[in-house]
Nanobody, 127 residues
Framework: QVQLVESGGGLVQAGGSLRLSCAASGWIASSYAMGWFRQAPGKEREFVAVISWGTGSTYYADSVKGRFTISRDHAKNTNYLQMNSLKPEDAAVYYC????????????????????WGQGTQVTVSS
C-alpha cells in the first residue's frame, strides 16, 4: 500500500499563497490519480483537486478553480497543490490520496471511498 505524506501547510494572510506537497512512498500506476481533499472544523471532507498520474489531466472543485493548481513530479513521486489568492474559507486540514480515474468522479468521493488517510496538513488563512 502506498504511504502518503502531506506537507507545506501553515498560516497565511488572505490573498497569500501556499504550496502543499504530497509525497508517495511507492510506485503509482499511470492509470491512477492523486488528489486533494480538505476538511474544515464541523464540516465534511470535500474534494479540492485531482491530477491523472499518467496523462496529467486535472480537475478542480468550482470553489478553487482559477486559484489552485495541481501538478505532479514523476521523478519525485510527489504531487503539489499551489494555492493562490487564499481566502479565509480555504482554511482547513488538507489531505491527499491516491485513487482511480476517471478524475471527474473524484468530486463524488468521500472519506469512506479510500482505504486510509494520512494526517493531513493544516492551512490557516487570516482575514
Amino acid at each position: 500500500q502506498v504511504q502518503l505524506v502531506e506537507s507545506g501547510g501553515g498560516l497565511v494572510q488572505a490573498g497569500g499563497s501556499l504550496r502543499l506537497s504530497c509525497a508517495a512512498s511507492g510506485w503509482i500506476a499511470s492509470s491512477y490519480a492523486m488528489g486533494w481533499f480538505r476538511q474544515a472544523p464541523g464540516k465534511e471532507r470535500e474534494f479540492v483537486a485531482v491530477i491523472s498520474w499518467g496523462t496529467g489531466s486535472t480537475y478542480y472543485a468550482d470553489s478553487v478553480k482559477g486559484r489552485f493548481t495541481i501538478s505532479r513530479d514523476h521523478a519525485k513521486n510527489t504531487n503539489y497543490l499551489q494555492m493562490n489568492s487564499l481566502k479565509p474559507e480555504d482554511a482547513a486540514v488538507y489531505y491527499c490520496n491516491v485513487g482511480f480515474t476517471p478524475i471527474d468522479k473524484w468530486s463524488d468521493y468521500g472519506v469512506a471511498d479510500f482505504a486510509s488517510w494520512g494526517q493531513g496538513t493544516q492551512v490557516t488563512v487570516s482575514s
